[in-house]
């Protein structure tokens, strides 16, 4: 079946430095894959997605590359800020059947001033 | 613009207790989930409806219900609460299978079994 793994947090970084959320997946054919992020009290959002092998899905500074070869789709950011401080989930909706998301166990990301 | 919109938001319900959670989008979506999230668990779909009057198993439907009798609602129930259904159970809504059609979260519902 499908899984998703990210690496466990809590993330702790000081303001403007660099951020990688790791996210290795195992499914079969060519997955969707989506990075959430839950800000505190909130229910999820969407954050960036890439749909086929080599795509790169940007949003609000984040990145990730949807890497075919090594089942990757890491998250990163250059210069972080206080208000990323959430929890960041990468998903994976499966090539095949209904639109249900699997998702990793979620990081948490604290930035501090 | 709602969005996805969870009642309650809060509860507190003692061992065997039954009650529904439901969920309302006005997105006018064809696809809606329910997932609970737990610690250190991530998200787990629980049931989910592809059209209104449709439903279907997710990952863990045991001790769950749902029913989609109206397109814009997505009813969750618990018969008989117990201590393992303590969690925060979410609702989502999408268009449809296609990936350009992202899942829409409603703001959770916490719930407590004692």
């Known amino acids: 079946g499908n899984s998703v793994t990210q690496m466990e947090g809590p993330v702790t970084l000081s303001e403007e430095a660099f951020l990688t959320i790791n996210c290795t997946y195992t499914?079969?054919?060519?997955?969707?894959l989506f990075w959430y992020v839950q800000y505190p009290g909130e229910g999820l959002q969407l954050l960036l997605k890439?749909?086929?092998?080599?795509d790169k899905g940007s949003n609000k500074g984040f990145e990730a590359t949807y890497r075919k070869e090594t089942t990757s789709f890491h998250l990163e950011k250059g210069s972080v800020q206080v208000s990323d401080s959430a929890v960041y989930f990468c998903?994976?909706?499966?090539?095949?059947?209904?639109?249900?998301?699997?998702f990793g166990k979620g990081t948490m990301l604290l930035v501090s001033p | 613009n709602a969005g996805v919109t969870q009642t309650p938001k809060f509860r507190v319900l003692k061992t065997g207790q039954s009650m529904t959670l439901l969920c309302a989008q006005d997105m006018n979506h064809e696809y809606m989930y329910w997932y609970r999230q737990d610690p250190g668990m991530g998200l787990r779909l629980i049931h989910y409806?592809?059209?209104?009057?449709?439903?279907a198993k997710g990952e863990v439907p045991d001790g769950y219900n749902v029913s989609r009798l109206k397109k814009q609602n997505f009813l969750l129930g618990l018969e008989s609460a117990a201590p393992s259904q303590t969690s925060v159970y979410f609702c989502a809504s999408s268009y449809g299978t296609d990936s350009n059609q992202p899942q829409h979260f409603g703001d959770g519902t916490r719930l407590s079994i004692l």
């Open positions: 499914a079969t054919g060519y997955p969707s």
């Open positions: 998903a994976l909706e499966g090539a095949s059947g209904y639109s249900t998301l699997t």
């Open positions: 890439a749909t086929k092998a080599d």
């Open positions: 409806s592809v059209g209104e009057g449709t439903t």
